[in-house]
């Protein structure tokens, strides 16, 4: 029994529902518009203001299809009314970040620069006057392709155990190691 499908999502005012017969999903709000195409095996239904999704078997693949795209649809309403945002901090001596003319350009400590240009629905700002670190902060109403285009970054170099230099996510925590220098005292 899926516990997650059985719960309703909650509709602000400002959220249009619609469902077509091809059983796609849309929903709008002030921040734009998304859409999923539902599995024919789940009904999704609006019920005094609530999204509520009901299956029509209890086959195991069909019970986790239930939660799936009910978590799937939370997603989309809470991205068109708040948006969801990541940040990236990058660290090392010499690592700066730029957004010029809709391309991201990074210093990474490479003998080039790399330019990553974000996809349609992605927005990108770089802070660099509140922290000491230059801060990136992706966001946009798809919480999945703003994950994935965070990673993409966070690829680019990713923090290295000996000095924690690379880019990382605001609040990660990177295990450190001590280096050779270390080793020479036992």
Same mark, same amino acid.
């Given at each position: ?38 599995? *024919? ?11 509520? =999704? ?17 978590? =799937?649809? +939370? ?7 708040? #948006?969801?945002?990541?940040? =990236? ?7 700066? +970040?730029?957004?010029? #003319?809709?391309? =991201? ?13 974000? *996809? ?19 966001? #946009? ?40 220098? +270390?080793?020479? #005292? +036992?």
């Amino acid at each position: 029994m899926s516990r997650i499908g059985q719960q309703p999502i909650s509709l602000q005012d400002n959220v249009e529902f619609s469902i077509d017969a091809d059983n796609v999903v849309t929903i709008k709000g002030k921040k734009g518009s998304d859409s999923v195409k539902v599995d *024919p095996s789940i009904t999704v239904e609006k019920q005094d203001g609530e999204i509520v =999704l009901t299956r029509n078997s209890e086959v195991k693949e069909v019970r986790s299809l239930h939660g799936l795209y009910r978590s =799937l649809i +939370a997603n989309m309403v809470t991205g068109v009314t708040d #948006g969801y945002q990541k940040k =990236l901090e990058i660290i090392g001596v010499g690592y700066r +970040a730029a957004f010029n #003319g809709g391309v =991201l350009e990074l210093n990474l400590g490479f003998s080039h620069p790399i330019y990553f240009v974000p *996809p349609d629905g992605i927005d990108i700002e770089v802070d660099t006057k509140s922290k000491k670190n230059p801060l990136i902060i992706v966001s #946009g109403i798809n919480k999945e392709l703003v994950g994935q285009v965070s990673a993409k970054i966070r690829s680019l170099r990713p923090p290295e155990p000996y000095k924690g230099k690379g880019v990382r996510y605001e609040d990660e925590w990177v295990r450190r190691k001590a280096g050779k220098s +270390a080793a020479k #005292g +036992a």
